[in-house]
């Protein structure tokens, strides 16, 4: 059977540095930049560790105050930081959270963007960005915040704990579902998803018993980089919506995703056999939204939203929300059936 059809393929340009070690190329790559001023990003908790990668850069200044969600606030503190400093370059070491401010820096200033990311978020591959401000977060495209340099260090990932990892690995996983049935999907996106889905269903459950396999580590970073690089040019579909919406409910990003992953799929199953296919491919096993949910289970994270905050009398909002603004979805997004989807996720059904 030919399946090819009409597509658009989008490429992003970055530089991409791989492997157990990698973290050493970073002098050589900021300089690869003829940057001479590094503004350093981390988080609060991660920021010693972060200075001591940093060790031999030149770095002007360190902005230590990386929290979810990029408040407007605290964003323009880091960007008056830059601007004091006079640096000519950022570096962001941590998950998707920190790299979301060398984004933020980047949208206002052009400043190049270096991201050593330490978590599967797929952030540094996109685009996209994103500030919030109250309940309320703005987000959006610009050329400018995508990294210049990338280095993938799994060594960095190490003390990344289980939970956190499988959660930020279900996530990816998601990124790389969305995009195999995406309106705007294309076969080499659909290669990079398949493959991202295989490295990551691998090596995730390896993880959760060892987090010290630097093999497994190496896998999963490289899942996550093809993740990031899936919803850098595709749409999400009705699983990121949704949690979008549940996102504004003040659950935790990565848990939700990781929780309503298997029953949106199985709300799509029908209306996207051809990329559910590609999926049992990549897992090796029949059913898709059933495999990813033992999958899931087998990590030992939450799997009801009722764990992480989801309240029941939220359950027809979050419903209404989601179904009022139309968007490409393979099968028609309609309440009644997506307030079942949510009940199942609410109570951890196996779809
Ligand atoms: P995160 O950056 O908040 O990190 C999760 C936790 O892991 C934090 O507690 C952090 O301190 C810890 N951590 C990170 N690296 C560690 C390490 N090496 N060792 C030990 N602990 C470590 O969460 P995340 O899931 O990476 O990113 C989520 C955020 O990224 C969300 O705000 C989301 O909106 C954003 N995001 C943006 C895009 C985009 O394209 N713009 C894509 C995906 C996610």
Not at 135 to 140: E, P, Q, Y
Not at 194 to 199: F, L, N, P, S, V
Request: net charge positive.
């Amino acid at each position: 059977m030919f399946i090819m059809k009409q597509f658009v393929y989008v490429s992003h340009p970055s530089r991409v540095v791989f492997g157990a070690g990698a973290a050493a190329q970073l002098g050589a790559e900021v300089a690869g930049l003829g940057a001479k001023r590094v503004l350093l990003i981390s988080s609060r908790a991660r920021s010693e560790a972060v200075k001591s990668i940093a060790r031999g850069l030149p770095v002007v200044d360190v902005f230590d105050r990386a929290v979810m969600h990029t408040p407007h606030d605290v964003v323009e503190a880091a960007r008056m930081m830059a601007k004091a400093a006079n640096a000519d370059c950022c570096v962001a070491v941590g998950g998707g959270s920190t790299i979301g401010f060398g984004k933020a820096i980047a949208l206002t200033s052009g400043l190049p963007v270096v991201a050593v990311p330490t978590t599967y978020s797929g952030s540094e591959m996109t685009t996209i960005w994103g500030i919030s401000e109250g309940k309320m977060k703005r987000t959006g495209r610009d050329p400018k915040v995508l990294p210049r340099v990338v280095i993938y260090d799994p060594q960095l990932t190490l003390g990344l704990p289980a939970a956190v990892s499988a959660a930020s690995g279900m996530n990816a996983i998601a990124h790389c579902v969305e995009a195999l049935y995406a309106h705007d999907g294309n076969p080499i996106v659909s290669l990079m998803a398949e493959e991202g889905i295989r490295a990551l269903a691998k090596a995730l459950p390896v993880i959760i018993g060892d987090g010290q396999n630097l093999d497994a580590r190496g896998d999963a970073l490289y899942g996550s980089w093809l993740a990031g690089s899936t919803i850098a040019t595709t749409s999400v579909a009705l699983h990121h919506k949704l949690c979008h919406v549940l996102g504004g409910l003040g659950l935790p990003h990565a848990e939700t995703h990781a929780i309503v992953l298997p029953h949106a799929m199985r709300y799509n199953y029908g209306a996207a056999l051809r990329a559910m296919k590609r999926v049992e491919a990549a897992i090796g096993a029949e059913n898709a939204p059933a495999a990813m949910w033992d999958l899931e289970a087998g990590l030992g994270i939450p799997m009801k939203l009722s764990e992480i905050g989801m309240k029941r009398v939220d359950l027809e909002r979050a419903a209404r929300t989601a179904v009022e603004a139309p968007y490409p979805n393979p099968r028609k997004v309609e309440f009644a059936a997506v307030m079942e989807l949510l009940q199942n996720a609410y109570e951890g059904k196996k779809p």
